[in-house]
């Protein structure tokens, strides 16, 4: 009997591709997101609180394994409490949950932190799981660095720390594998890392080659970093939260580079050489406005 799949977070910058792998395999699952308008044509979609664990039981009684990808939030311990609650009082019979390279409880970093405390709650709640813990995503350099890049300037308060980021893809690969058999990966907890370690130089460097941009990196104090995330980011608990990243990264936290990808895959991560041509168009200007940089 074919599974029934839920994927929250499906419009994410994994949740988005792992849905493309599965809608490529013909496998039908519900998609979970606050924009159902960016779900691929076809895709049954559902918006669905994770403050309300009523509705999140109805809404799992159907469903015989969930992907859970969900993003970083001040209430996020809350939304997981509710969300794995609702999956055991629904009988979910597997939980596939997306965490972050480094989630520790006892982790000095809030960022990794509260994704520690995450996956303890699932860990320790009888049901059957799989912990995927991947690494920054390459993609972070198109969303989340985009308009930066594009004026020509990366500030961050990450000094020449290093990370060795991993392609959301690839990740992507690895849950839609284990979601075709997830009995196979009960209690499993896979770190995943790209091939390498970069410092941001480094892969801006990468990212001016392929585009053929003028680009550059510019380490800055933590100070002048909290400056530039409370000019775009009111909620201060978000804001720490990612100072607690920069953090992270200033100090080697996020640099190790582990084989779990390639044994899994049986072959190789992605490189960030390889990210950056098939994605080179997304930091592209037309020459004109380039020669005004």
């Not at 960022?111 to 996956?119: C, E």
């Not at 799981?129 to 930066?148: G, S």
Request: hydrophobic content about 45%.
């Amino acid at each position: 009997m074919e599974l029934r799949i839920m994927v929250t977070g499906a419009t994410g910058t994994m949740g988005s591709e792992l849905l493309k792998i599965l809608t490529r395999q013909g496998i039908d699952a519900v998609a979970v997101s606050r924009s159902l308008e960016r779900l691929p044509a076809g895709v049954r979609g559902m918006q669905l609180p994770f403050e309300n664990r009523y509705l999140l039981e109805q809404a799992l009684r159907n469903v015989d394994v969930l992907a859970f990808i969900q993003p970083l939030c001040e209430d996020m311990l809350k939304q997981a409490e509710n969300v794995i609650a609702a999956a055991r009082a629904s009988g979910v019979q597997f939980v596939l949950k997306v965490s972050g390279l480094g989630a520790s409880p006892v982790s000095p970093y809030l960022f990794q932190r509260i994704q520690g405390d995450a996956d303890e709650m699932l860990q320790e709640s009888g049901l059957r799981y799989c912990i995927l813990r991947p690494n920054i995503y390459m993609q972070c350099f198109l969303k989340i660095h985009h308009e930066a890049l594009m004026q020509g300037i990366l500030y961050l308060p990450q000094g020449e720390g290093r990370t060795s980021f991993v392609d959301a893809r690839d990740v992507a690969e690895v849950a839609a594998k284990i979601l075709g058999d997830p009995w196979l990966y009960n209690k499993k907890t896979l770190e995943l890392t790209g091939e390498r370690a970069l410092s941001n130089a480094e892969a801006v460097s990468l990212i001016a080659h392929y585009s053929q941009r003028r680009l550059a990196y510019v380490p800055v104090t933590d100070e002048a970093g909290l400056k530039l995330l409370k000019k775009n980011e009111e909620n201060e608990w978000m804001v720490q939260a990612l100072m607690s990243l920069h953090r992270a990264t200033r100090s080697g936290a996020v640099a190790p580079v582990t084989s779990g990808l390639a044994q899994f895959l049986g072959r190789e991560p992605r490189s960030f050489e390889t990210f950056c041509a098939d994605m080179k168009q997304g930091w592209m200007l037309p020459l004109a406005q380039e020669n005004l940089l």
